[in-house]
């Protein structure tokens, strides 16, 4: 069964996440990214495949410049529901942290094989209809090492390449139009949402996107769970910044 691990890691009393359902059988190719500040803050990139969320947690999320690679981890499926979650794991239980819905959309799956059939050879092409990302993809297992779960996730070179494509430039719901900080505090939806790629986050300065993005095109070569701990420094630092007073996020991991 797929979902035991993920029911299993969960107790359904003491946290908001959905409980397995029950699924239709209907598939609508739905996937989704969680930018989910939890220990390390990464992105969960999930598709729609047999009913369940396949899922990879992506330390350094997906991007749209075709010259990446970023390391993906696949973890447990997830319930079809799970894709609509957005808010707060309260301390104490597994991922604990805030949960924004970053990206969602639908997939054609691409090369002519079921997804699960792809999974199984360990490479998965893909092509996103999403908000923010859009193209062909593909996630390629690194086959040989480690325990078996290290995928790669990289944007194939088409009309929606975008060399030097900063994801945190984005960061931002597309169900709610909330930033991290205010979905960890709980507060209301905005009455806008962003749905344009390539708009920068509200809450930095002008000045920051941009510089961000020169460094993240050339920094590319370090090993991802160095760059993770890197980038989950600056991502705190930047989130506490415009509040001026403590940050319930960190005290929630
Ligand atoms: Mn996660």
Redesign the pocket.
């Known amino acids: 069964m797929p979902l035991e691990e993920y029911a299993a890691k969960r107790r359904f009393g003491n946290t908001p996440e959905p409980p397995p359902g029950t699924t239709s059988g209907k598939t609508s190719n739905y996937f989704c990214v969680?930018r989910?500040d939890?220990t390390r803050l990464?992105y969960?990139f999930r598709l729609e495949i047999d009913g369940v969320l396949k899922s990879w947690?992506v330390p350094k999320g997906p991007t749209l410049d075709p010259g990446i690679k970023h390391f993906a981890a696949q973890v447990e499926d997830h319930p079809f529901e799970y894709g609509s979650f957005e808010g707060n794991i309260p301390a104490g239980n597994y991922?604990a942290g805030s949960v924004m819905l970053w990206d969602r959309g639908t997939f054609d799956l691409l090369g002519g094989t079921p997804g699960a059939e792809q999974i199984a050879r360990g490479d998965l092409k893909f092509r996103l209809h999403g908000e923010k990302l859009k193209g062909e993809f593909a996630l390629v297992q690194m086959k040989g090492r480690g325990k078996g779960n290290e995928w790669l996730i990289l944007k194939k070179r088409d009309e929606f390449a975008v060399p030097g494509w900063d994801v945190e430039a984005h960061a931002y719901s597309v169900l709610s139009g909330r930033t991290q900080e205010e979905i960890a505090r709980n507060l209301p939806a905005r009455a806008s949402k962003r749905k344009t790629a390539g708009a920068a986050d509200r809450v930095w300065e002008s000045s920051k996107p941009a510089r961000r993005a020169a460094k993240s095109a050339t920094a590319t070569a370090a090993p991802p769970a160095a760059k993770a701990k890197k980038k989950l420094t600056s991502t705190s630092r930047k989130l506490k910044a415009p509040a001026k007073r403590p940050s319930r996020t960190q005290s929630s991991r």
């Open positions: 969680q989910h939890a990464h969960d947690a991922g």
